[in-house]
């Protein structure tokens, strides 16, 4: 049974910084995209950053492009996303996934319960 945990998130000032984690179990990262995606009140999924499968690349949406840092560590099967001069429309609950592009689509793959992120000017 897959299961994704993530934890890190927070209230800061515009200009903070978070890092989330993501706890993996019952996969093998290699074998998904994994990655971040965010939904606000009211708005749609926003997929934000994510490894290729097997993890030799990464790719960014323009919102967070050089504020945002995705990394994994294989062997504790955790993301990580390192967010930076957060600004007030990063207000979001953060979610990791895995089969990224099926979550994203809503086709299937998996998410966790997600992780509040809240940012203050």
């Known amino acids: 049974q897959v299961q994704l945990v993530e934890s890190g998130g927070g209230s800061v000032q515009a200009g903070g910084s978070l890092r989330l984690s993501c706890t993996a179990s019952?996969?093998?990262?290699?074998?998904?995209?994994m990655g971040w995606f965010r939904q606000a009140p009211g708005k749609k999924r926003e997929g934000l950053s994510w490894?290729?499968?097997?993890?030799?690349?990464?790719y960014y949406a323009d919102s967070v492009k050089g504020r945002f840092t995705i990394s994994r560590d294989g062997a504790k099967n955790t993301l990580y996303l390192q967010m930076s001069n957060l600004k007030p429309e990063d207000t979001a609950i953060y979610y990791c996934?895995?089969?990224?592009?099926?979550?994203?689509?809503?086709?299937?793959?998996?998410w966790g319960q997600g992780t509040q992120v809240t940012v203050s000017s």
């Open positions: 019952g996969l093998r990262f290699d074998d998904y995209n």
């Open positions: 996934a895995a089969d990224y592009w099926a979550v994203i689509h809503g086709t299937g793959g998996h």
């Open positions: 490894f290729s499968i097997g993890g030799g690349a990464t």
